[in-house]
């Protein structure tokens, strides 16, 4: 019989990841997305920007032309894959599920290896309770980019509900190890808990032989 898992109300998992251009490799995966950026004081949609470029800027001010510039950036061949992410997580925020898969699933079909699809789509099958695909999406993303921890700590979550207790152990200390000191001690609790799980569960098993 599975032992049941105390979540602390900390253990709710990371959202969506949105792609921002030229910095897919160079940022700083550690950070975590728990607040939203601050954009700067003076946003100028220049001809020199990218289509894909003036979406993003709209986008981080909230701006809901951005989803209008994001479609443009795909008629125009301008990071479909990435376009079509972000605009997954528009639809998503806006409660259209069905587009927003849509959205994340036709960026794989541009990009097989796009991280935030993956995550993105981790999410949105965690969020309808369909923990092995999430689970699936999840890894994926964490075997393109082994240095996100966003993905390890959602990944140790579906692994701590299907009763996986020394993968999500596994899962959860990465994460710790990549994120930042203070935020990776969000996770001591969690963590605590599935030990003593998996601990009760071989005491509960040595009791049987």
């Keep these: ?120 789509l981790g999410n949105m099958y965690f969020d309808v309770s369909d923990y092995q695909l999430a689970r699936i999406h999840y890894e994926i993303a964490a075997t393109i980019d082994p240095s996100f921890p966003n993905v390890y700590f959602n990944l140790a979550l579906v692994q701590a509900i299907n009763n996986e207790i020394t993968a999500a152990i596994s899962a959860l200390t990465t994460y710790q190890e990549l994120a930042p000191k203070d935020e990776g001690r969000n996770a001591d609790e969690l963590l605590d808990n599935l030990k003593k799980s998996l601990a009760a569960g071989s005491q509960s098993q040595s009791n049987f032989t």
Excluded: W
């Design 1 to 120: 019989m599975g032992q049941i898992i105390k979540f602390p109300v900390q253990a709710s998992k990371f959202g969506y990841k949105r792609v921002k251009k030229g910095t897919r490799a160079a940022e700083n995966q550690n950070q975590l997305d728990l607040f939203a950026r601050p954009c700067a004081q003076i946003l100028s949609l220049t001809p020199e920007l990218g289509r894909f470029e003036q979406a993003l800027l709209l986008d981080e001010r909230g701006d809901s032309k951005a989803a209008e510039v994001y479609l443009k950036a795909i008629e125009e061949l301008d990071c479909v894959a990435d376009a079509y992410c972000n605009l997954g997580i528009i639809e998503s925020k806006q409660g259209n599920s069905t587009k927003a898969f849509d959205c994340f699933t036709t960026s794989l079909k541009h990009d097989s290896r796009h991280v935030e699809a993956h995550y993105n």
